[in-house]
């Protein structure tokens, strides 16, 4: 058999229908349909309209109503690799909660960072007269704005435009970096190791100058012998333990909590404790991670459905922005049990 | 300022525009613009036509070509909460990547499984004239099927009709059950065990029935003892260490990646080693857990692109299948580390 047996069966209920159940014209019945407030309808054929558009399940086609209307209920969302990466699809869901509360729809593509596949992503949401787009990559970082973006509203999520002329919502890496590095002095930890990313980027630079911020205004001297590179991952955390031993830190805030789960093997292969032996810190909250580590992994989170949240808001202009205003979201603490309690650290 | 300053700049390039330019009338463009093959139209001024619409880069208005066609190019995706989930994800990026194949957009709404949100968001999709709706869970279970949902075409993705009178595809976890225990078998375990979850499910059953065909066709009696049940998360594995020692087992199939994750755990702080004191294999091919645990975990894929896929293929009818079919997806075996070598062990 084929798939024509698939087919959805009974007759679709039409205006005609509706406008013979209302005893009205089928003019009538476009009118009330698409909101013409100026319409000359007694409320009293308005209200048998509505009334047999819901007794009969009518749907109005809402492809008419944009055209006449002359504009979509269409938000479009751009993303390289957003809906395939871990935890990132929480841009997604704050950006179509958002749209939702105003009445609009989203409209999602995926791009795997292909040029192709992204300029006919943004042709496509054009043609469908998008009331705007959100252009979003998967992790922080600048990001050449095409140029036909520039026919609509737009607006950068989790990136953001090398020339700075562009409105765009980013993580606030500094203010994270700081957040988790004060976990660990309020702790009474003054010999605090950062294991940053290998690779330059807003997280990278952002994340370490927080962490020097927070040392400052705690008046502990930066060393930077306690500044590590490793690669983002849990291998990077794994052979960064010797070193950071060697260092004589009692606590470290390492770059993401995949950093932090190879770190906790490293130390346990080393008959260490945590946090008695070392305090740890993390980042993102990638929870399938750091809620179930052992201990559980306290740590900074990466606000991506506030991202996807506050881009809609941009981009509707229901939170006010300049053209090329950077928006900063916080990045919240996430306390679980791998500092443990606080408690006095000689200095080293 | 406000966000009116977002306004993108520049007039749009009408039909009026590509008219002139090409030297015809705007009906002219008009037909050309909406594939009328019958309309009379030389050669010559459909070439016209397009080189202007190239030129001047005129967007067609999509929602006018669809109502004038009188279908849209969109394919609903209603989830309950697949965008938001680690790895069901890859369903969206599937699906969308065989719908742009065909030439259509997925329009993605994310529910939450809230009944309300449901209904409104598969209303929109109705009201959009979408080709059809691929409602779809974030994991394998029986689902009832939205009245709305059969207004149109659609197909079951990760879930099924408990009346089996719907159109869907999930992941054979009964191959894949089989597929994990013989990893095990060929490396020459025969008392092997399973740390199945506690919850009753397609996965539950189904991964259990495989392994125990693929113990019968192997020969290996089916022991009761080597069966357990845990929490299908790290502290499921982990709390399930001391049994399976006690059973006498030389492997073990774990109901998925997060209990062979807090497994490991366990038999660490045993001070066992893994694939010498125990071989494991998981399933789901988490990647972020899988393949970075120590050492790096043999699993089972879940097919989740190929679900996403295969989805919008039955819609589409490009794949044959019956109204009322369950169409199932093999998980395919992701060899890593923790098995080791192949190698007699005695049967207990």
């Known amino acids: 058999m084929t798939s024509e047996t698939t087919q959805h ?54 492809l008419a109503k944009n055209l006449v209307s002359g504009h979509s209920k269409f938000i479009g969302l751009v993303a390289d690799a957003i809906a ?19 009445g609009y729809v989203l409209l999602v593509a995926n791009t795997d960072g292909n040029a192709d596949a992204e300029r006919e992503a943004i042709g496509m949401m054009l043609e469908h007269k998008v009331r705007g787009i959100l252009y979003s990559t998967w992790y ?9 973006l520039r026919e609509t509203d737009f607006v950068l999520v989790d990136c953001f435009s090398p020339d700075g002329d562009a409105p765009a919502v980013v993580p606030d890496e500094v203010q994270g970096g700081r957040a988790a590095t004060q976990l660990l002095i309020d702790s009474g930890h003054t010999r605090i190791a950062i294991i940053n990313t290998t690779t330059p980027s807003p997280a990278h630079e952002g994340r370490l100058l927080g962490y020097r911020e927070a040392l400052e205004d705690a008046g502990i001297a930066f060393d930077p012998s306690l500044v590590f590179d490793a690669l983002p991952e849990q291998e990077g955390g794994y052979d960064s333990v010797d070193a950071l031993l060697a260092s004589g830190a009692t606590a470290v805030f390492c770059h993401n909590d995949r950093v932090a789960m190879g770190l906790y093997d490293g130390l346990r292969r080393r008959g260490l404790s945590i946090p008695e032996d070392m305090a740890v810190v993390g980042f993102d909250n990638q929870e399938v991670i750091a809620a179930h580590l052992r201990p559980p992994l306290t740590t900074v989170a990466l606000p991506h459905y506030e991202l996807g949240a506050k881009g809609v808001r941009m981009l509707l202009g229901v939170d006010e922005h300049r053209r090329d205003e950077l928006v900063t979201v916080a990045c919240p603490p996430v306390l679980r049990e791998s500092i443990g309690e606080a408690r006095r650290v000689p200095t080293a």
Do not use: C
Request: glycine share 8%; no cysteine.
């Open 9 to 62: 069966s009974g007759h679709p209920v039409t205006m005609r229908d509706v406008a013979e159940a209302a005893g009205v014209s089928i003019a009538t019945v476009s009118l009330v349909i698409n909101d013409k407030k100026n319409a000359r309808i007694g409320d009293d054929a308005r209200g048998r309209v509505r009334e047999a558009i819901r007794t009969l399940g009518y749907r109005p086609n809402a």
């Open 84 to 102: 395939t990466t871990p935890f990132a699809g929480q841009i997604i869901h704050g950006a179509q909660d958002e749209a939702w509360k105003h």
């Open 140 to 148: 922080h970082r600048a990001a050449a704005v095409p140029e036909s």
